[in-house]
């Protein structure tokens, strides 16, 4: 049987033809985390902290057994063979291959073009990470009412997904795409108002363009709104950045954190 498993969006679990995703929002938060460590043992404390935070109420075990037989019923529904969720020690278990995850695919597909673009193929890496980064469908897990535990999960899959986005942009800008890139960085400034790495994309953009004024109008947007709201300067790359665009000069070739491109003029 054909299985499916979209963390990079909305919450998906199908099985063959029918999805076993429930639609109350406790069951399927009840889910998430169950896939989120799909294949190891999570705890009922975990599964009522993620739940109810630090206020489960007194029937909160066995609420939560309710819960997992609503998942059962869905799952065998499904795959009347199967043995997905188990309880074992503990708590209980979702058994899904590995493969069968979104997730799974993005990580593959990164790790192929990071890999090409490590060799001097930009244009390969950054077919490849384009791949990767259409695997997300929205927010990570948009649909469920997020506790603390998936609150972190969602997190880190955001960062994980800028950092790739990141280092595509800088293989592309390599590759000459400049102007290409300022509506997608635009947007990406806009809805990332205090990323100084996504600004510095930004401004590179610009300046490469032609439009160095333009360039430095970003840099202190960004230097007014982390003054006023975090009561922070610029880190010193974007600070070198800035007077690189100013003198239309590039500096010594620094790269930004994380591997970026080197400062250049405008061409």
């Not at 190891?40 to 599964?47: A, G, N, R």
């Not at 609150?151 to 592309?172: F, K, Q």
């Not at 982390?226 to 610029?234: D, Q, S, V």
């Amino acid at each position: 049987m054909e299985i499916s498993v979209g963390l990079l969006g909305i919450l998906e679990l199908q099985l063959g033809e029918i999805s076993c995703v429930p639609s109350a929002p406790k069951p399927k938060k009840v889910l998430a985390l169950l896939l989120v460590y799909c294949n190891q043992i999570v705890p009922v404390s975990e599964l009522v902290d993620e739940l109810w935070e630090n206020r489960p109420p007194s029937s909160a075990k066995t609420t939560l057994q309710t819960y997992i037989l609503t998942l059962r019923k869905l799952l065998q529904r499904a795959d009347p063979a199967g043995e997905h969720l188990v309880t074992t020690g503990p708590g209980y278990m979702l058994r899904i291959p590995e493969a069968a995850f979104d997730l799974h695919s993005f990580d593959q597909l990164a790790k192929q073009g990071r890999e090409a673009i490590s060799q001097g193929d930009d244009a390969e890496g950054v077919a490849l990470l384009r791949r990767a980064l259409a695997l997300y469908r929205g927010q990570v897990l948009a649909d469920v009412d997020t506790g603390q535990l998936l609150t972190a999960h969602v997190t880190r899959l955001e960062e994980l997904r800028l950092t790739t986005l990141g280092l595509c942009i800088d293989a592309e800008m390599r590759l000459g795409r400049h102007q290409e890139l300022l509506d997608e960085l635009a947007t990406l400034a806009a809805h990332h108002r205090f990323h100084e790495n996504l600004h510095a994309q930004y401004m590179r953009a610009l300046w490469r363009s032609g439009r160095r004024s333009c360039a430095l109008d970003v840099y202190q947007r960004l230097r007014r709104a982390l003054a006023k709201e975090l009561g922070m300067e610029p880190d010193w790359f974007l600070q070198q950045l800035q007077s690189a665009i100013l003198s239309n000069a590039a500096p010594q070739h620094h790269r930004l954190p994380g591997g970026g491109l080197p400062y250049e003029p405008a061409r």
